[in-house]
């Protein structure tokens, strides 16, 4: 039977609310309401609250909000956060380094800089957590996720807590096997030994080439598009340089001056106008070049 999850606010205390905003929860800046919102204080209350909703409801789980442009209209389900008790960090031997799925990827690259492990470098300029870098198999500079995955741990939606080794998983670009209905709790890594210095020399300059490149400190969720690596040897940003008037733009939803392949929100941009500009961009590129890109940032409707 489903459950009024209204009943559930005197158990879970200040942590589940109804009708709660999430426009302030996401990099772009964009949103409406989710039905309800729930903060995991800890795994023992995460599996109790999976356990009372009994997979009545949709659920989606937000991470940094780095990647994600979430529609004006409510979410009909549940948002799950994981609080700060899933952002611990420790070393577990000389090279593996075991991460809370809500440490940022920066923590974990400057932890591996720290006890002189590389391998992590990448990490510094991806911003987001690790939960969602496993999820899409995020990556830069030649290096992704599962070039340095050992295993995960996970709970599904019943609330059973499972172990993923890394071999198990079928990574592709920007994208993996790992089912949407499960929550990520932490993972371990596997790094090298190596010199501190050489490490933040290497990861200076990746911060260095991606400022110059990339819009920073603004209303954006990174690339849009992910790079059509089997259909052309252009990067996306190139295809879409080519193929749309890059001053275009739907109310506040423009494209970056400095990469197009980052959108931005100006001000006040709705929902409606980031998704105007991506159809627009997209079929912009289809109609020039025959190629159908596929949207890299997560989109909850």
Wanted: glycine share 6%; charged share 30%.
């Amino acid at each position: 039977m489903k459950i009024d999850l209204k009943e559930l606010i005197p158990e879970f205390n200040n942590n589940l609310k109804l009708d709660y905003d999430l426009k302030k929860k996401n990099w772009f800046n964009i949103g409406g309401k989710t039905k309800a919102f729930y903060k995991a204080d800890n795994l023992k209350e995460l599996i109790k609250f999976l356990k009372k909703i009994q997979n009545h409801e949709k659920i989606f789980v937000l991470g940094a909000g780095s990647n994600t442009l979430i529609s004006d209209k409510q979410f009909n389900g549940v948002v799950i956060k994981l609080s700060k008790n899933f952002n611990n960090i420790s070393l577990f031997n000389n090279e593996i380094i075991i991460a809370g799925s809500a440490v940022t990827d920066k923590s974990l690259s400057d932890f591996a800089m720290d006890n002189s492990l590389g391998g992590f470098e990448f990490l510094s300029c991806i911003p987001g957590t690790v939960g969602g870098g496993i999820k899409m198999n995020a990556g830069c500079f030649e290096r992704e996720f599962k070039d340095i995955l050992v295993s995960i741990q996970a709970i599904d939606k019943f609330g059973k807590v499972i172990t993923i080794p890394a071999k198990e998983i079928n990574f592709k670009y920007r994208d993996s096997s790992l089912s949407d209905e499960l929550i990520f709790l932490s993972a371990s890594f596997k790094g090298f030994k190596k010199n501190k210095d050489l490490i933040q020399n290497e990861m200076k300059i990746m911060k260095e080439k991606k400022e110059k490149a990339q819009p920073t400190r603004i209303k954006t969720s990174g690339s849009t598009f992910k790079n059509p690596i089997n259909q052309s040897n252009k990067k996306v940003w190139q295809l879409i340089k080519e193929s749309v008037p890059l001053e275009k733009s739907f109310g506040d939803a423009s494209i970056s001056e400095k990469h197009c392949n980052f959108f931005v929100n100006k001000g006040n941009a709705k929902f409606e106008d980031m998704k105007k500009l991506i159809n627009f961009v997209s079929d912009s590129v289809f109609k020039k070049t025959g190629i159908k890109l596929e949207t890299e940032i997560k989109i909850l409707e």
